[in-house]
């Protein structure tokens, strides 16, 4: 498969308006900064992009950052300005002619940021074999993705070799699609539907049982949206599955639990991460405004204090005394249109 995919975006693709479905290539409305970096990318870059959803965490400066299948390296260069000069970003892909394009403009983005030296690099490499790439295990602050691991054929492995590289507290930000129930087989070997970003997509349970089993322990779902295939031959073929572009962000850290448990802790955001002046979203059920006391759950908890975001909060409490699960905590479904829980109000579910 990684040869038909390696074909789709290298030959078959000449551009992003030859994709056939927005699965691929669809951004949420962008933040003001990352527009402005945008408009310093390449045009030959900007031409061969074919992600989806926002892969640009917050409180990025001066960190090193992987980016799993990099493409043209549109997404490399727009992280390359948000880590600064003291930052570093490395894109992994296995296309050469995507390969070319990124590698042609290294320069280029260089001079526009004023950087006396490039602070990126692209490795020609399989996801599902990065223990092959010069990466060194632990030394990754962040991993970003952008519509990728649904192609590849092993995405457990995708997901193991995240953890690996990352350092403790680091985290794996990525988009890619999702379905609601797993694709048939005979879809998934559809040259098309796996290079438009479909047929490969996981059923969302597999996947946040694959994130567990990688080491990933509390998964948590930033953004979603459904997704409007629009072709109808590739309709037809599809039938009753749902797709979804999602957002998740995965944590290493050890002390998560299975679940949301309530040690009546608490945080208060100081306004202080980067264009996030008045509040700040962890993820879909954790909006924190500047200078309000917040009540977490045991991870939330964690995650802040033992993560690049421990120096914007104030953490109150400790796990001296256990509640039990936090109030609002559910089985809700990540794509939860349909499931009354979604609209639940509690600070953690």
């Known amino acids: 498969m990684n040869e038909s995919v390696k074909a789709y975006y290298g030959q078959v693709l000449q551009g992003s308006d030859d994709l056939r479905t927005d699965a691929c290539c669809t951004d949420t409305d962008l933040p003001r900064h990352i527009k402005h970096a945008l408009a310093d990318i390449h045009d030959e870059v900007l031409a061969r992009y074919y992600g989806c959803g926002l892969i640009a965490p917050e409180a990025l400066d001066g960190l090193s950052i992987l980016d799993l299948g990099s493409g043209s390296g549109r997404d490399v260069y727009v992280l390359s300005r948000l880590v600064g000069e003291a930052g570093s970003v490395v894109g992994v892909d296995m296309t050469d002619e995507q390969l070319a394009v990124a590698n042609a403009h290294i320069d280029y983005h260089r001079a526009k940021y004023g950087y006396k030296a490039s602070n990126v690099r692209f490795l020609k490499g399989y996801l599902e074999d990065l223990d092959a ?148 979203a962890l993820d879909n059920h954790h909006r924190m405004e500047t200078g309000r006391v917040f009540p977490v759950c045991g991870n939330t908890f964690d995650i802040l204090k033992h993560s690049r975001f421990a120096a914007h909060f104030d953490f109150i409490g400790d796990k001296a005394v256990h509640f039990g699960i936090f109030p609002g905590c559910g089985t809700a479904l990540p794509f939860g249109e349909d499931d009354p829980a979604a609209a639940s109000t509690g600070a953690c579910c």
Do not use: M
Not at 152 to 178: H, I, N, Q, T, W
Not at 197 to 210: E, K
Not at 251 to 276: R, S, W
């Open 133 to 280: 790439l010069d990466l060194e295990p632990g030394t990754f602050d962040v991993i970003v993705s952008n519509c990728v691991i649904n192609l590849c054929a092993d995405k457990e492995a995708v997901l193991r070799s995240a953890f690996r590289l990352l350092k403790p507290g680091g985290e794996l930000y990525f988009s890619d699609v999702y379905a609601d129930r797993r694709v048939p087989e005979a879809l998934t070997k559809d040259p098309v539907l796996h290079g438009e970003c479909l047929s490969g997509a996981l059923y969302w349970n597999d996947f946040l049982n694959f994130a567990k089993a990688a080491g990933f322990k509390d998964p948590r779902l930033v953004e979603d949206r459904p997704l409007v295939v629009g072709d109808p031959d590739i309709e037809d073929k599809l039938g009753d599955i749902r797709f979804f572009s999602a957002t998740y962000r995965l944590f290493k850290l050890d002390t998560l639990e299975p679940a949301c448990e309530d040690y009546g802790q608490a945080v208060v955001y100081k306004g202080t991460i980067p264009h996030h002046k008045d509040a700040f």
